[in-house]
């Protein structure tokens, strides 16, 4: 199992940035992909963007694609979610997620097809 710790998140005005962290630990393959969700009040959790723990192939979803980018820290196993030009619209909770097991394709963009879990930090874009 794969224990996952978001941090970074909070209350910044429409155009702004933040960088979110998620800190790994237990053991992970490097054929594992790792994702970034998100949740607004009311909504469905919903892909934001992924990447194999191996740094090959990282995806977006298309309404954070050339604003956000995914990255990771292989001495600290922290992923990052660097998101720029954030949007009243951005705002929700992040989670990160790991898919460990049977990992075969470069991205995974459901909920359903992870199997760990950190419990996410809140995002506010104020506009």
């Known amino acids: 199992q794969v224990q996952l710790v978001e941090s970074g998140g909070g209350l910044v005005q429409a155009g702004g940035s933040l960088r979110l962290s998620c800190a790994a630990s237990?053991?992970?393959?490097?054929?594992?992909?790792m994702g970034w969700f998100r949740q607004a009040p009311g909504k469905e959790r919903e892909f934001v963007s992924s990447?194999?723990?191996?740094?090959?192939?990282?995806y977006y979803a298309d309404y954070v694609k050339g604003r956000f980018t995914i990255s990771k820290d292989n001495a600290k196993n922290t992923m990052f979610l660097q998101m720029n030009s954030l949007k009243p619209e951005d705002t929700a909770d992040y989670y990160c997620?790991?898919?460990?097991?049977?990992?075969?394709?470069?991205?995974?963009?459901?909920?359903?097809?992870?199997?760990?879990w950190g419990r996410g930090t809140q995002v506010t874009v104020s506009s």
């Open positions: 997620a790991a898919k460990v097991w049977y990992a075969y394709a470069y991205y995974y963009t459901e909920p359903s097809e992870y199997d760990d």
């Open positions: 237990g053991v992970i393959f490097s054929s594992a992909v």
């Open positions: 990447m194999k723990w191996s740094g090959d192939g990282t």
